[in-house]
């Protein structure tokens, strides 16, 4: 595609229209804007204009679900505007600690065991004395080794040993220096540097927690599968007094609860219209569109390097927005297009600098001084801004939109609306199943709410409709025809779209047509004995079409088999489990080479998304099949073993979602930096031609791509740095638009601060992605032991750096990292990193590329699930129950919760559940009456029966992808399906628990600093 637009120089010359429709208000100074964010410090707006007595405290807090949101914590009247240095608002410590008060502890026992147990507090408990280091720091203390024979490696049972152990925090102990897996984007050969020989030894770490062994009690600390619970805390370990107590480590519904403390707290203070000014007024972008791994960056390379700390963003540029939050201003410059810096071709926004009187600026990315363009003029106030900065989004708001001109346009031509094809694979399995039939029924309703532009009364989006076994079948459903007609093409290995006129059709004229077509594929193929598919051949078609008809647009393929007809992309069956654990296990992984590299590379290139439903009985090589629809921004939905009853709703309830999203089309993303660092490696659903260009046949609001830095100079600590993402794509009704989203950062020559402003949710979600493209390339021990490695260096790095002298028995975590030995913990355990042959290799393929386009909350979901207790719920209360930690100790015999991750929802109930609950819930006298394959509660007239579904269904709609709900015992086999959710515990397939990780990485630590 023409990138020609996206860099040339819009021609200076119209007159700017008028811009309706923007408030104007008070707000911060445009220099030096500060991020505030979540996790972390939360940090207000740095100068306030002199003369505004008004001072908007907020912080970012999670509700119980997670959604992140911008709070207003109070509005106060400020004398005087404080230094820059001191944000407003600013507890002495993290909102995390010092917010604490309101909410208790999960259990009030905390003091007291604590001190029982020499353990150091956590959390809402403060340590005897105030940390005294810059950086708030609550030591997680270990006991002494001698008190602790689980922390000193014992001489019967020796600890494995990390060989990276004992090298001294300045030396380089591993290759990756500030990221985990170095190397250039996996397409490249051998782009994955092979770990030093220092790293090549044997690890028992964390692949075998059973071998794990830290000496003593704690080794054995997990009760045996099944039926071991319920637990009793003694059961854990040894003697009461020498074991850790679970609720003194990190804990990640802890400080759930705290952030939703502080929401109920602020609450009374906030009014709605100063909370939705307060969010219209940030120059800085909405963290629901980027967040980063931390907000401070170190000013140089060598500071990076040493911290270990990966420095990337995650953005999520079509993130939805509450409908309280203001969708994006639309910034039109009429032929003009937008201002962009002549050198870098930054587009115009708040960072520039108005110089001369207004007549020229210079640009904060590369320091070029432009000149202003005439029609762009505008003179300075006092203080040195545009006197208009309140009238133009581009000007004073983080995120906004240009309306593109026709230089951003393929051929100088206006995009063509986009358009949606249904290929519905008609073979056999798909026949009997009815699943044919239910995709028919539903289109017919689901065709009315294809997404439309705000204020148009119907949507612009064309759609046509093929269906396919070994042939495929296209279908004319013009509006002038009484019937639709076929048409047949058997030439697989040649295709093309044997019709245009009325393949691609409005759907609002042609309605009469499409039902008719709609009632009649079930019944045409209802007698079919084809099994066999084709698939490359099916998605060829659908670039054909999009090519014939210059748009673009997305292809909802429904498919049930591994292509096995004699077809370009034929595939045969390659799953191997005895390559698990093996060098060669990565294969398991790898896409076939070939046809579909070629299709991605054609499918970018027309702006076609491919969307694939799957519906497997057996293996389909999901790597291969999935190969497509995860370079060009598409989903992949898996259903195995389909069945009406059990997935219907399921499957429904995906495409609804999937068909209405929200959505933009053939899109060109370029993430321009500040001097002195820039983007370097990039994850996600996206197509690399270049290294700068990330090109995405669509991207939707659920998509995310995560973007590396690094330095190539020294970074400023007064003027920060600056980071403008920039995307072109066409709307769903042919526009073609420019959305640009701006942050900030600060930068310091300080280490703690780097520590103190880290976020980690972005962590983690940018270790699981650079780990899930790693494995490509190496054995997945080589991957594990990089984790690990480079878990306790950043935390030894922030141990010397950093915190306070305290004795080496201590663990100490960055306050803002608190949590993250437990998401690595679990990431580590996750299908695609364990290696067990119990594991479907489809599914752990299908795991690793769907985590690869997540965004911050669904990594961060995926990897601790919420585990909310429903049996003492109080049905008049609207807000949802406190989740508890993702351990087997949090279950009780008599309990019921429900667990989800995003992709997974359980409900779980307990042996000894109360009748009253089993009748309020099921209509049933007891759990033996409960029947297996339970998908869905019955509708009951009573306040339980209500209150629970409506929890479901409230967890269902704000998820990105549908959850079927299974329905397990206590004790029953399908329990196990439910147990590898646990994350706290030690894994089913292997992995270590969350305790015996910390205790692990806490050795690590030690060895690094001796
Ligand atoms: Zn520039």
Redesign the pocket.
């Known amino acids: 595609m023409s990138q020609q637009g996206y860099v040339a120089a819009p021609p200076y010359s119209q007159a700017q229209p008028g811009m309706g429709g923007y408030q104007g208000g008070f707000g911060p100074g445009p220099s030096q804007p500060l991020y505030g964010h979540y996790g972390g410090p939360p940090q207000a707006f740095s100068t306030p204009p002199t003369g505004k007595k008004l001072v908007l405290l907020y912080l970012g807090c999670f509700y119980s679900d997670m959604l992140l949101s911008f709070h207003l914590i109070g509005s106060v009247l400020y004398p005087a505007p404080p230094a820059v240095s001191a944000p407003y608002g600013q507890p002495p410590q993290s909102a995390y600690s010092s917010m604490a008060s309101p909410v208790p502890p999960p259990t009030q026992q905390l003091t007291n065991q604590m001190s029982a147990m020499n353990l150091g507090s956590y959390g809402p408990m403060q340590s005897a004395a105030p940390p005294t280091s810059p950086v708030a720091q609550q030591p997680f203390q270990t006991p002494p080794p001698p008190a602790m024979g689980q922390m000193a490696p014992g001489p019967q049972s020796p600890p494995p040993t990390m060989p990276m152990g004992g090298q001294s925090m300045a030396g380089p102990p591993m290759a990756g220096m500030g990221r985990p897996f170095p190397g250039p984007p996996p397409t490249g050969p051998g782009g994955f540097q092979q770990p030093g020989p220092g790293l090549a030894g044997p690890s028992g770490f964390p692949q075998q927690a059973g071998n794990c062994q830290f000496g003593g009690p704690m080794a054995g600390l997990q009760p045996g599968m099944p039926g071991a619970f319920p637990t009793a805390p003694g059961a854990l370990a040894g003697p009461p007094q020498k074991k850790l107590d679970p609720d003194s480590i990190p804990s990640i519904v802890s400080r759930r609860l705290i952030l939703l403390g502080v929401h109920t707290f602020t609450y009374q203070h906030t009014t709605l219209v100063i909370l939705h000014f307060l969010i219209l007024i940030s120059s800085n972008a909405s963290p629901r569109f980027i967040r980063c791994t931390t907000y401070s960056l170190p000013c140089t390379a060598d500071l990076a390097k040493q911290c270990q700390v990966p420095l990337a963003s995650i953005i999520k540029p079509f993130a939805s927005l509450p409908k309280n939050e203001t969708p994006l201003y639309v910034v039109k410059h009429g032929e003009t297009g937008p201002v962009r810096?002549?050198?870098?071709?930054?587009y115009m926004c708040p960072y520039m600098q108005f110089i001369d009187g207004g007549r020229r600026y210079q640009?904060?990315?590369?320091?070029?001084v432009?000149e202003v363009p005439v029609f762009y003029f505008q003179h300075l106030d006092h203080m040195g801004r545009r006197v208009d900065f309140y009238e133009r989004p581009e000007l004073s708001l983080g995120s906004y939109e240009f309306e593109a001109t026709m230089d951003y346009c393929k051929n100088n031509k206006p995009p063509n609306p986009p358009a949606y094809i249904f290929m519905i694979d008609v073979s056999y399995t798909n026949i009997k199943s009815g699943l044919v039939k239910l995709i028919c029924d539903e289109l017919k309703s689901l065709l009315e709410k294809l997404p439309r532009e705000e204020g148009m009364e119907s949507s612009a989006i064309k759609v046509g409709f093929v269906t396919y076994n070994k042939i495929l079948h296209f279908y004319n459903v013009k509006s002038a025809l009484a019937q639709p007609q076929m048409m047949v093409v058997s030439d697989t290995a040649d295709m093309f779209v044997p019709l245009l006129d009325g393949f691609l059709v409005n759907y609002q004229d042609s309605r009469a047509v499409i039902y008719n077509l709609l009632d009649q594929i079930p019944d045409m193929f209802a007698d079919t004995n084809e099994s066999e598919t084709v698939f490359a051949p099916v998605i060829q078609a659908g670039v054909e079409a999009f090519k014939e008809a210059e748009c673009s647009g997305k292809l909802f393929i429904f498919h049930s088999s591994m292509p096995t007809a004699e077809a370009p992309g034929k595939l045969k069956n390659r799953d191997d489990k005895k390559l698990v654990n093996t060098d060669k296990e990565k294969m398991l992984f790898q896409p076939q080479k070939g046809v579909y590299e070629q299709l991605s590379k054609e499918c970018v290139a027309q702006g076609c998304c491919v969307d694939l439903f799957l519906f497997p009985s057996q293996y389909v090589d999901l790597a291969t099949m999935a190969d497509v629809p995860s370079h060009t921004g598409g989903s992949v939905y898996k259903y195995s073993n389909f069945q009406m009853e059990t997935d219907g709703e399921h499957f429904l309830r995906d495409l609804r979602k999937d068909v209405q999203k929200s959505i933009g089309f053939d899109a060109v993303m370029r993430v321009?930096t500040s001097t002195g660092f820039r983007a370097t490696d990039f994850f996600g659903g996206i197509y690399m031609n270049n290294t700068t260009d990330i090109e995405m046949a669509a991207v939707d609001c659920d998509k995310a791509v995560t973007v590396e830095f690094k330095h190539d100079d020294t970074l400023s600590e007064e003027t920060g740095a600056f980071m403008q993402c920039a995307l072109l794509y066409t709307t769903i009704s042919g526009q073609r638009r420019l959305r640009i989203h701006n942050v900030s950062l600060n930068c310091s020559s300080q280490l703690s601060e780097l520590y103190k402003s880290c976020e980690t949710d972005s962590l983690i979600n940018f270790f699981a992605k650079s780990a899930y493209r790693a494995i490509l390339n190496q054995p997945l021990k080589n991957v594990r032991e990089i984790l690990v490695n480079q878990t306790a260096h950043m935390l030894a790095c922030y141990r010397k750096n950093c915190a306070s002298p305290s004795a080496a028995s201590q663990l100490i975590l960055p306050d803002a990292m608190k949590v993250f030995p437990v998401y690595m913990n679990s990431l580590m355990k996750t299908a695609p990193l364990v290696g067990s042959t119990e594991l479907s290799t489809d599914d752990r393929a299908h795991q690793r590329l769907s985590v690869m386009a997540m965004g911050v909350e669904d990594t961060q979901l995926l990897l601790y699930p919420r585990l909310i207790p429903l049996h003492n719920i109080d049905v008049s209360s609207e807000a949802l129950p406190a989740p508890v930690r993702c351990s087997e100790e949090r279950l009780s015999e008599s309990g019921v919760f429900l667990l989800e991750n995003g992709h997974s929802m359980f409900l779980w109930l307990g042996q000894a559940t109360s009748p009253d609950l089993i009748q309020g819930i099921f209509n049933l006298p007891s759990l033996a009456h409960l029947q297996a394959n339970m998908c869905a509660l019955p509708e009951l007239d009573n306040p339980l029966s209500s209150k629970v579904r409506a929890i479901i269904s409230g967890v269902l709609e704000k998820r990105p992808s549908s959850m079927k709900l299974q329905i397990v015992r206590q004790r029953d086999k399908p329990e196990m399906l439910f147990r590898q959710f646990l994350v706290e515990d030690k894994g089913l397939h292997g992995g270590a628990s969350y305790m015996d990780f910390l205790c692990y990485v806490h050795r690590e630590i030690r060895q690094l600093l001796t």
């Open positions: 810096c002549n050198r870098c071709k930054a640009c904060s990315f590369c320091n070029c432009n321009r």
